[in-house]
């Protein structure tokens, strides 16, 4: 069975910190991990990785994948309030095109001021 | 930005109901997908689709979801018998026209089973 798992479950900083969120995974057939940010409702797309060593930045995030021991990591810099949600990671299985996303139960940051 | 739009935000249904949830994927976009999040669970895939045929579904996709693409621009789940377990935010999904997309989702419809 396909298992994606994140660390830490919860954790809660203080505003201007800096953030590494962790996510292990065992899939048969991987082609993609993406990082997602869920606040209220939608998970937003933040990064979707498919190769190891390259790391992907967009402003004060950034994110890299080990393919060789399965995991990824989520940097956020100068953390803000508005970072403040649910990251979820999840890993793509190909499928004629399609791509099934196993996710993990996310990792609940929040920032206090 | 285009989105992927669902409807209703909330349905809540008595239990042996038929529901039929909504979404409106992004227009050039050519997969199609549903995943639900029970309260306090991890989100879950349902079912993918595409070229108006199901790709792929989950062990939680049983005789009693099915998926229908009825025109250009709607995409939608229904259940025929709703249970209580089914009680869960129902998200829909959507990727552009080749490999290496993300999906992008909806803000999802909380479906409640009375």
């Known amino acids: 069975e396909d298992k994606v798992v994140q660390s830490p479950l919860s954790l809660v900083v203080h505003e201007g910190d800096t953030v590494t969120l962790n996510c292990s995974y065992e899939v048969t057939n991987f082609r993609s991990l993406l990082w997602y940010k869920q606040e209220k409702k939608a998970p937003t797309f933040l990064f979707m990785l498919t190769s190891s060593g390259i790391e992907k930045k967009s402003g004060r995030l950034s994110s890299i994948l080990d393919k060789k021991e399965l995991f990824s990591i989520l940097n956020i810099t100068a953390t803000q309030t508005g970072d403040s949600a649910v990251y979820l990671c999840?890993?793509?299985?190909?499928?004629?095109?399609?791509?099934?996303?196993?996710f993990g139960t996310g990792t609940r940051l929040t920032i206090i001021p | 930005e285009p989105e992927v739009t669902q409807t209703p935000s909330h349905q809540v249904t008595q239990m042996g109901q038929e529901v039929i949830l909504r979404c409106v994927p992004i227009?050039?976009?050519?997969?199609f997908y549903w995943y639900r999040q029970i309260l306090g669970q991890k989100v879950e895939f349902l079912v993918s689709f595409y070229n108006n045929e199901i790709s792929e579904k989950s062990e939680i996709f049983d005789d009693q979801f099915s998926v229908e693409r009825p025109d250009g621009s709607n995409f939608t789940l229904k259940i025929r018998s709703t249970k209580l377990e089914d009680s869960a935010m129902y998200f829909c999904?959507?990727?552009?026209?080749?490999?290496?997309?993300?999906?992008?989702f909806g803000d999802g419809t909380r479906l409640s089973i009375l």
């Open positions: 999904a959507s990727s552009g026209t080749g490999f290496g997309q993300p999906q992008h």
């Open positions: 999840a890993v793509g299985s190909p499928n004629f095109g399609n791509e099934k996303l196993t």
């Open positions: 227009s050039n976009h050519l997969y």
